[in-house]
């Protein structure tokens, strides 16, 4: 037999339903269910991670179960070895634990191999010595674990696109050769959080160790298909009741908040909010990599968010011919920009590393460092300041105007380049307006720079009682300083007519 099918033989003919109205009838594995357990005991590349991303109840915390069991008293126990499941809250891994336990209670061939320790959370595989425990986020127990097998429950409940918790758990299995790593859950809210990235780095990458079945329904599907419900549910009629669903569904075909709930937790769908500014699929086709800038060709502009002391400084410049090209700059201090990441849950040392942001030294961004660097960028692109119009918020711009000047740039240069651009209802309106027709009729290239696609994720709009728009940011931690300076240029763009060239005529006398 291979390890799969040992793998299945254990769970079917030792394990039980561990709750519910079968409790305590022996275990079948629906078709999905054995199609996971193939991919991964039987990969000839040996697999180190896999995914299962479904619906919710459809048999999620019993398959946990059956497969931490196999690893303690099962087919793949090993002698004095570690595994664990992590959750995110206690309670969450309070339910694994659970049923693992009363797996193993209720049955009566696992009920004398296995110990439980309710008060930690653990199980004891008798035969090798080879123990189970549950830990979660909440508690201080991720390190050290040493597992040979890691299972994450839930991880579509992380936000953003780190988790200190993961890492730690993840990163702990140093003392064995082949430790495996399985997440299992309903997919997260959004393209930009942990889950969604695993997901998607499994789909474009397909690396041979890693394994990934994704089940969700259709985008924009309607709620009340049935059909489309099965992409999401594969164990819909064996674990999960239709009926609940129709019901479930019925309600959430009347009413827009139900509607995203049902979309994320039955369709196992990624929800993008109704408020975000920018919608994730649209933003992605505008990825294309920026032409050259032309001050012959092209009209140039640039719009310039000052941060507070330890924020995010950024610097947009546009060119603006038959689509607008976009080169996005970023600063931000690099003390402490470790503890900012981990904060902001944004890869800030990663794309420090990589060029994406610029560092200034100390504690607060150096606007002296700033002014330099900005002459710079302008000269790279065979710019200077009376070659465009840069968008500038009055707040702080006192102390950047200092800057510049004593960069060598004068006032006059200054005061012809800047034009003042408030991030209010009366500004933004107009330049968010024209930024989205750019964006909806994909004449935007902005490059796929991560931290401007990180500032337009988490803006948000905000509506007056006369329809203006502005944005705000989605969440306290998240960065809009990004798209705020684009929509500058924009506005920008919008305050400085365009030339009307006018064409030579011939006149005969």
Not at 39 to 59: M, V
Not at 137 to 147: C, F, R
Not at 344 to 362: H, K, N, Q, S, V
Not at 373 to 383: M, S, V
Request: charged share 25%.
């Amino acid at each position: 037999m291979t390890r799969a099918e040992r793998m299945c033989a254990f769970i079917e003919n030792h394990c039980v339903v561990p709750e519910g109205k079968l409790a305590g009838q022996p275990a079948k594995l629906s078709l999905f269910q054995e199609a996971f357990i193939y991919a991964i005991y039987d990969n000839p590349h040996q697999t180190t991670e896999a995914i299962l991303s479904i619906a919710r109840k459809n048999g999620k915390t019993g398959l946990i179960a059956f497969l931490m069991l196999g690893h303690i008293v099962g087919p793949e126990s090993k002698l004095n070895s570690r595994v664990i499941s992590g959750a995110m809250s206690r309670e969450q891994a309070s339910e694994v634990y659970r049923a693992a336990a009363n797996c193993a209670e209720l049955s009566d061939d696992l009920r004398s191999l296995v110990r439980a320790t309710p008060s930690q959370k653990a199980l004891l595989g008798l035969p090798v010595n080879a123990e189970y425990k549950a830990i979660s986020a909440e508690g201080k127990t991720a390190h050290g674990n040493n597992p040979v097998l890691t299972i994450i429950d839930e991880a579509g409940q992380i936000k953003g696109n780190t988790s200190e918790f993961i890492e730690a758990i993840t990163t702990a299995g140093g003392a064995y050769d082949d430790p495996l790593r399985i997440t299992i859950s309903t997919q997260s809210e959004t393209d930009h959080d942990y889950f969604s990235l695993d997901i998607d780095d499994a789909i474009e990458h397909q690396p041979v160790d890693k394994v990934c079945h994704l089940y969700e329904a259709e985008k924009d599907c309607d709620l009340l298909d049935e059909e489309q419900w099965l992409y999401a549910n594969p164990a819909l009629g064996e674990f999960k009741d239709i009926n609940y669903l129709r019901a479930e569904a019925d309600k959430a075909s009347r009413s827009p908040r139900l509607a995203n709930t049902f979309r994320r937790y039955q369709l196992n769908q990624r929800i993008v909010s109704n408020d975000a500014f920018i919608q994730a699929d649209e933003w992605k086709l505008c990825n294309a990599k920026p032409a050259v800038l032309d001050k012959e060709k092209m009209r140039i502009f640039g719009g310039f968010d000052l941060s507070q002391n330890t924020d995010l400084t950024s610097f947009v410049l546009i060119g603006i011919g038959e689509e607008v090209e976009v080169y996005p700059y970023f600063w931000m201090p690099n003390h402490k920009i470790e503890e900012r990441d981990k904060t902001d849950r944004a890869p800030y040392l990663f794309w420090r590393d990589e060029g994406f942001i610029m560092t200034t030294p100390g504690a607060t961004v150096d606007y002296d460092f700033v002014a330099y660097q900005l002459i710079e960028i302008l000269e790279d692109h065979g710019l200077w300041f009376s070659d465009l119009k840069i968008g500038f918020d009055r707040w702080r711009f006192v102390f950047f105007k200092r800057a510049l000047m004593e960069a060598g740039i004068t006032e006059a240069e200054i005061d012809e380049c800047f034009i003042e651009y408030g991030q209010g209802f009366k500004d933004m309106d107009p330049a968010l307006k024209k930024m989205t027709e750019y964006i909806l009729n994909h004449k935007i290239n902005h490059g796929d720079n991560p931290v401007l696609n990180m500032c337009s994720f988490n803006a948000v709009s905000v509506e007056d009682a006369a329809g203006n728009i502005k944005l705000e940011k989605r969440k306290a931690t998240g960065r809009i300083d990004g798209i705020q300076a684009f929509g500058m240029a924009i506005g920008a763009s919008l305050k400085e007519p365009e030339e009307v060239k006018k064409e030579p005529k011939l006149f005969f006398i």
